[in-house]
Nanobody, 125 residues
Framework: VQLQASGGGLVQAGGPLRLSCAASGRTFSRSSVGWFRQALGKERECVATIHRNGGTDYTDSVKGRFAISRDNAKKTAYLQMNSLEPEDTAVYYC????????????????????WGQGTQVTVSS
C-alpha cells in the first residue's frame, strides 16, 4: 500500500482545512487509517484514527474540531479540521495498517505498516 497525503496549506486561525490520504493497492478497505502530526521540536502524535469498520478515535486536543472519515470506493481517507488554532501547526502524515475486524485501533496504537509523506499545515494567528 502506498499513501499520498495532500491538502495542507496556510490558513487563518478559526478556519477549516481538509486533508486527504489517497491509497493505492487493493487492501484499503481492510485497513485502518491514522492521521498523525509532528510540530517543530515536538514528538509525533496521532490525532485521529478510523477503523476498517468505521469506528473513530481522537486525541483530546482535537475532539469536537477534527473529523476523520473514509471513502473505500475512492481508497481515500480524510481529515476535516475546523476551528484551527496556531497550535495545530505541524506536518501531518497518514498511516495505515491492515486490521482484522475484532482488533482495536486508537490514537494510542503503535503498529502502523504504511506511511504517506507529510503535508504541512500552518495556522496563522
Amino acid at each position: 500500500v502506498q499513501l499520498q497525503a495532500s491538502g495542507g496549506g496556510l490558513v487563518q486561525a478559526g478556519g477549516p482545512l481538509r486533508l486527504s490520504c489517497a491509497a493505492s493497492g487493493r487492501t484499503f478497505s481492510r485497513s485502518s487509517v491514522g492521521w498523525f502530526r509532528q510540530a517543530l521540536g515536538k514528538e509525533r502524535e496521532c490525532v485521529a484514527t478510523i477503523h476498517r469498520n468505521g469506528g473513530t478515535d481522537y486525541t483530546d486536543s482535537v475532539k469536537g474540531r477534527f473529523a476523520i472519515s473514509r471513502d473505500n470506493a475512492k481508497k481515500t481517507a480524510y481529515l476535516q479540521m475546523n476551528s484551527l488554532e496556531p497550535e495545530d501547526t505541524a506536518v501531518y502524515y497518514c498511516a495505515a495498517i491492515e486490521t482484522i475486524l475484532t482488533a482495536t485501533v486508537s490514537v494510542t496504537s503503535k503498529r502502523w505498516a504504511y506511511w504517506g509523506q507529510g503535508t504541512q499545515v500552518t495556522v496563522s494567528s
